[in-house]
């Protein structure tokens, strides 16, 4: 193999400043171009491709401790925004906790377990899966989502993986009484209070709202106010919505994710940590002693968030068995492995 292409960024224990990639001009975006490598593709021995983004890490006082690219400017986190979600429909006055609660934030992987539960969370407000805006899907996980079309089945909102999600926010409209047909709109009662969460959580403005790909709302934030939304979530105390959200996203992590992904593994490895990842490579990660990370892959390949998270944690001094799992990216050649997909920093 050869070695890692050398990132200028400095890592942490370096004599240079610790935060790199600042704009010069506060909201400017910096080219993808000036990003560093944060994770290469080696295929025999050679180099074949790279991946720029940007990621920052947390002190357990909240302060960056160190970073690589842009952090500063907004990103659009996708999926690892559930959190703040799934804490609006608590404020929202919906009761729900342990499977269902950690089910309402998450990108599941449509597993028998996952739809049923969904089917459940709907039928207990009233509800069916007519309600849902979600697209018509196949499961997340591509294991799943072969035995789902080989049994004669065909794409379907329920087994959507944001269905968990959507169930909750109809469930807590049904709940107060507030529109079903538009739960979705930027300016519905619901939507409101998942923007006043993410601005609270994060620490800073949203900056830009788009449409995810589950049809929802889609707030900005910076990766640094991602990773402080996530610390906020941890620390938060007890009985509080972000912390009720987070012990059940850690109580139930296969609701969270599902039995092949790695915040799954993750959550169950090192316990008291909160994970979620996103679409176009967005991971969010928070330990339970404050400190925290977020980080995004500029060309979206969600192939790299194992191997560059792993790194992460190790340097920030973590070593158990399961970053080694969460590391191991390979390339196969003739169905042999020929290489892997490497962090680079």
């Known amino acids: 193999m050869t070695s890692p292409t050398p990132i200028p960024e400095p890592i942490p224990g370096s004599a240079a400043t610790p935060v790199s990639g600042a704009s010069p001009v506060p909201g400017a975006v910096v080219p993808l171009a000036a990003h560093p490598v944060l994770a290469e593709v080696v295929r025999s021995g050679f180099v074949e491709g790279r991946h720029r983004g940007s990621l920052v890490v947390l002190a357990a006082d909240g302060s960056v401790d160190w970073a690589l690219g842009e952090v500063t400017t907004p990103v659009f986190p996708r999926s690892t925004n559930k959190p703040m979600q799934a804490a609006a429909v608590l404020r929202a006055g919906l ?49 799943e989502a072969e035995a789902y079309l080989a049994s004669g089945r065909a794409r379907d909102r329920l087994t959507m993986n944001c269905s968990g999600k959507h169930a909750a926010m109809l469930a807590a409209c049904a709940l107060n009484g507030w529109p079903l047909a538009s739960y979705l709109d930027q300016d519905h009662p619901l939507q409101q209070l998942v923007a006043e969460g993410v601005r609270t959580a994060g620490g800073e403005d949203v900056a830009h709202i788009g449409t995810d790909g589950c049809g929802a709302p889609l707030l900005s934030l910076s990766l640094t106010g991602l990773a402080r939304a996530f610390r906020h979530f941890v620390l938060a105390a007890p009985g509080t919505p972000e912390r009720r959200v987070a012990d059940a996203m850690r109580a139930h992590p296969e609701f969270v994710a599902g039995t092949r992904r790695p915040d799954t593994w993750l959550m169950q490895a090192l316990p008291g940590t909160l994970a979620k990842m996103g679409a176009e490579a967005v991971q969010a990660l928070a330990l339970p002693d404050g400190r925290a990370l977020a980080f995004k892959i500029d060309d979206g390949a969600t192939r790299t968030l194992g191997p560059v998270l792993a790194r992460t944690l190790r340097l920030m001094g973590l070593d158990q068995p399961v970053l080694s799992r969460l590391e191991d990216a390979p390339l196969l050649g003739g169905g042999a492995r020929v290489g892997e997909i490497r962090a680079s920093f």
């Not at 996952?114 to 996980?141: F, K």
């Open 95 to 143: 009761d729900l906790s342990g499977e269902r609660l950690a089910l309402a934030a998450a990108s599941h992987s449509g597993e028998p377990f996952h739809l049923a539960l969904v089917r459940t969370m709907l039928a207990e407000h009233g509800l069916t899966a007519d309600h849902l805006q979600t697209p018509a899907d196949l499961p997340l996980d591509p294991e």
